[in-house]
T-cell receptor
Framework: AQTVTQSQPEMSVQEAETVTLSCTYDTSESDYYLFWYKQPPSRQMILVIR??????QNATENRFSVNFQKAAKSFSLKISDSQLGDAAMYFCALSPSNTGNQFYFGTGTSLTVIP | DVKVTQSSRYLVKRTGEKVFLECVQD?????MFWYRQDPGLGLRLIYFSYDVKMKEKGDIPEGYSVSREKKERFSLILESASTNQTSMYLC?????????????FGEGSWLTVV
């Protein structure tokens, strides 16, 4: 069974500061992918960042980076220089390679950015 | 850019009505999904389809059915809507070839059953 856990239902960050969102997962598969998705209020869910499990190097996308700890099954998202537009619900997702591209999502973390 | 279009953004239906939620994707993706999103519960998979006329139950299929007559279109059907089906419904699509492919979402359909 695959599970994804986001233990922080809500987080807040001051504008221009850095915030880290936590995600842990469980899978028996050795080959999988991890994702962070962003869902702004009343808007479409979009991909933020993607990590291949076989890669040791942490993925980065501009102000977004991950801390991938494979042994600990941890996949946290760091947002640097937070902006008002970063306010959204963030979902962590797991996709094992042998499941025909199925996705397993966490319960989400609602991020508030304080001006 | 991939586009996943859900035909209805906001619907209000009466208990017992039959409800159709339509979804179309324009990128020739094999996989299509219907999720339900509720606060504190995240995204829960209702059904997915990996090919035309093929479907698989997800985690919460009870009270729902799906139809995929064409590759680009995936419909979610509530045969007899109930108030506990009030929720946001998200359609998504992805490639099935290879692995680690991104899943693309529609804007969501807010359904209220009264």
């Amino acid at each position: 069974a695959q599970t994804v856990t986001q233990s922080q239902p809500e987080m807040s960050v001051q504008e221009a500061e850095t915030v880290t969102l936590s995600c842990t997962y469980d899978t028996s598969e050795s080959d999988y992918y991890l994702f962070w998705y962003k869902q702004p209020p009343s808007r479409q869910m979009i991909l933020v960042i993607r990590q291949e499990a076989y890669k040791q190097q942490n993925a980065t996308e501009n102000r977004f980076s991950v801390n991938f700890q494979k042994a600990a099954k941890s996949f946290s998202l760091k947002i640097s220089d937070s902006q008002l537009g970063d306010a959204a619900m963030y979902f962590c997702a797991l996709s094992p390679s042998n499941t025909g591209n199925q996705f397993y999502f966490g319960t989400g973390t609602s991020l508030t950015v304080i001006p | 850019d991939v586009k996943v279009t859900q035909s209805s953004r906001y619907l209000v239906k009466r208990t017992g009505e039959k409800v159709f939620l339509e979804c179309v994707q324009d990128m020739d993706h094999e996989n299509m999904f219907w999720y339900r999103q509720d606060p504190g519960l995240g995204l829960r998979l209702i059904y997915f389809s990996y090919d035309v006329k093929m479907k698989e139950k997800g985690d919460i299929p009870e009270g729902y059915s799906v139809s995929r007559e064409k590759k680009e279109r995936f419909s979610l059907i509530l045969e007899s809507a109930s108030t506990n089906q009030t929720s946001m419904y998200l359609c998504a699509s992805s490639l099935v070839t290879g692995s680690g492919n991104t899943i693309y979402f529609g804007e969501g359909s807010w359904l209220t059953v009264v």
